[in-house]
């Protein structure tokens, strides 16, 4: 039952995703990252005074890295709702499992090894060629640029993710871990605001600005419930469910913002989802201990 919070996690963060796609509208990407960093830490502070977890942590040099990498990653998701169908940039941010596989291959051939690793460099190769189906449509559209930036997001999900394993094998709480994260969307925010500008509130309507409170806090729910998966789930069941967050995203996608996917695109998605859980499965045979991803 525990790998069931990865579903409630999934489902937060694409709930969330809408609110990006509809505040991108009128506030600026480090805009959104900030508001989504306040709110969150507000929050998380509520949450883990509540809760009675000290904001104190012994590994705060580990909690900088994996922010700057988070926030790197986060932004360049919040471009990718911007510009992109919904369903198109989740998908590319879920490409975080196919990148922990492009790792772990990429050490094989380092190290000589790569003859063992032959499955996993299929499944690789597999995740990119449902990426080229995907942005393939949205050359037409000059979405090249914003597709190439999800992508990288996913990047930065699945380096993300090595950095929560080793806080969790610290001990590090969960909440705690998700409240350093806001805390650093936040400042990154903030000093992005300075140089962009910040957007008068009299020039922005009342719908658009009602979103920026859910999506700070669809944030936090989404992380803390992943990161509790994966600290308490089976690994595989976990990574599996992750996916879900594609089918809620492109429901979202179809049915809040109409948005026309190419059955081209809609055959890159399935061949990605594919090619990560095949990924999963063949990482978890040979590395019974390491986790999949978390974002």
């Known amino acids: 039952m525990q790998a069931l919070w990865m579903v409630w996690g999934s489902f937060f963060f694409a709930t969330m995703a809408v609110g990006i796609k509809i505040a991108s509208s009128e506030f600026n990407l480090f805009e959104l990252v900030f508001y989504r960093g306040v709110v969150s830490v ?7 005074r509540a809760r ?17 990498i988070g926030v790197l990653s986060l932004g360049a998701w919040f471009y ?6 919904l369903a198109t940039a989740m998908t590319l941010n879920y490409m975080s499992g196919v990148w922990v596989a492009a790792f772990i291959v990429g050490g094989a051939l380092l190290y ?19 990426v080229v189906m995907m942005l393939r449509p949205t050359l037409d559209q000059n979405q090249l640029f914003a597709g190439l930036i999800g992508l990288l997001s996913g990047l930065g999900a699945a380096m993300a993710y090595l950095q929560v394993t080793a806080l969790g094998k610290v001990g590090e709480p969960e909440g705690r871990t998700v409240f350093y994260f806001s805390l650093g969307s936040a400042v990154v925010g903030l000093v992005g605001i300075a140089f962009t500008g910040l957007t008068p509130w009299t020039a922005v309507s009342w719908q658009t600005s009602i979103w920026l409170i859910p999506i700070g806090v669809l944030g936090a ?38 948005d ?11 061949v990605i989802v594919a090619s990560g859980l095949l990924a999963t499965v063949l990482r978890t045979r040979a590395l019974p201990d390491t986790p999949a991803e978390v974002h």
């Not at 026309?260 to 399935?270: E, R, V, Y």
């Open 42 to 48: 507000i929050f998380m502070a509520l949450v883990l």
């Open 52 to 68: 009675g977890t000290p904001l104190r942590t012994p590994v705060p040099m580990m909690h900088a890295w994996r922010t700057l």
């Open 80 to 85: 990718a709702i911007a510009h992109l169908p």
């Open 112 to 130: 000589g090894q790569a003859q063992r690793q032959g499955p996993l460099m299929a499944t690789v190769l597999m995740g990119f060629a449902g």
């Open 221 to 258: 729910l989404g992380q803390w419930c992943m990161t509790r998966a994966y600290s308490r789930g089976s690994t595989l069941l976990v990574a599996n469910l992750q996916y879900s967050g594609i089918v809620f995203g492109a429901f979202y996608s179809l049915v809040l913002f109409g």
């Open 260 to 270: 026309q996917i190419p059955l081209l695109g809609w055959a890159g998605m399935g």
